[in-house]
């Protein structure tokens, strides 16, 4: 089954997914978010309808720096409420993401990234960290066993 990852963001949302073995996880696309979630959640029925095979689907948290809810993590709590009920026969799942935008920042940075294309792909990049952080903590939940 695969893992559809999700950036949440106040202007945009990255979206990543997984291969059919969860090994590797890729971009999607960044969707701007126009102050609604109504655009959201048409994307990832649109995604759903594609792949057919996901079955879980991870929001990234942000949480402060030193571990606290933030307010945008508020909000996140708020669209992942919309996500478990609308797909409510997926597994909804989150991930702290701290630093997946500085870290998806420097990858633009290290490939000379042009500066006009940075804010359409630092969402998706991030949803990919998202996901690849996801994927590494089960994978060693699966190795402590």
Do not use: W
């Not at 059919?20 to 999607?28: D, F, K, P, S, Y």
């Not at 990858?107 to 940075?118: E, R, S």
């Amino acid at each position: 089954m695969r893992i559809l990852g999700i950036d949440y963001g106040e202007a945009r949302v990255g979206l990543a997914i997984t291969d059919e073995l969860n090994i590797t996880a890729q971009g999607l696309q960044t969707i701007e978010r126009n102050n609604s979630d109504k655009t959201i959640l048409r994307k990832i029925d649109e995604i759903l309808n594609e792949y057919s095979d996901i079955g879980t689907i991870v929001v990234g948290m942000p949480f402060n720096m030193d571990g606290t809810i933030s307010k945008r993590a508020e909000i996140t709590e708020s669209f992942i409420h919309k996500l478990k009920c609308k797909y409510n026969h997926l597994k909804i799942d989150t991930i702290d993401e701290r630093l997946t935008t500085v870290a998806a920042h420097k990858t633009m940075n290290f490939l000379n990234i042009n500066k006009n294309k940075k804010k359409n792909i630092v969402d998706t990049i991030s949803a990919v960290y998202i996901l690849e952080t996801y994927l590494n903590k089960m994978k060693n939940a699966l190795q402590k066993k």
